[in-house]
């Protein structure tokens, strides 16, 4: 990835530092990463809202929100550690680096992610199949720094 980004930026006349390329390139990592947890998550959430739909729950996008965002992290993170953040794999402590991944998506997808979810459907009106999708504008890009900065440091 690191090589395919020099290639572009050389062809391009552009100079950048290695260290930059090398967070555009976890960048784009945690951006696949993300890709397919965003699938899974929203699956999760989708199937929780159809079992959820027979109890007329006016807090069901909620639980969703919630059991989706537990199971996607542990994907998050798996692949996080093996793909994106690796090259301090060896020297990192496996819990502490769960338990600072599982607060950093806490922040970002719970709390904010929630907070999200509350404006966009209760107050803006936008359906709450669509209202998670919105969200991850803001929520990605923050999530990245906290795992980049904190949680794989």
């Known amino acids: 990835m690191k090589k395919f980004i020099t290639v572009v930026f050389e062809k391009l006349h552009i100079k950048v530092s290695e ?55 542990l994907w998050s993170y798996f692949w996080n550690n093996r793909f994106v953040f690796k090259q301090d794999s060896k020297k990192r402590s496996f819990w502490k680096s769960l338990f600072k991944t599982y607060l950093s998506y806490a922040f970002t997808g719970i709390i904010l992610g929630n907070i999200l979810l509350y404006v966009w459907v209760a107050l803006l009106g936008i359906p709450k199949t669509l209202a998670p999708l919105l969200s991850l504008v803001i929520t990605v890009p923050l999530n990245f720094l906290l795992n980049k900065y904190w949680a794989f440091h």
Do not use: R
């Not at 027979?54 to 996607?72: I, N, Q, R, T």
């Open 19 to 73: 260290e930059k390329i090398e967070t555009l390139a976890q960048f784009i990592k945690f951006g696949l990463v993300g890709l397919s947890n965003t699938l899974l998550s929203y699956a999760i959430y989708l199937l929780t809202l159809l079992i959820l739909s027979p109890l007329k729950l006016s807090w069901d996008y909620f639980v969703a929100s919630f059991l989706s965002f537990v199971l996607s992290v």
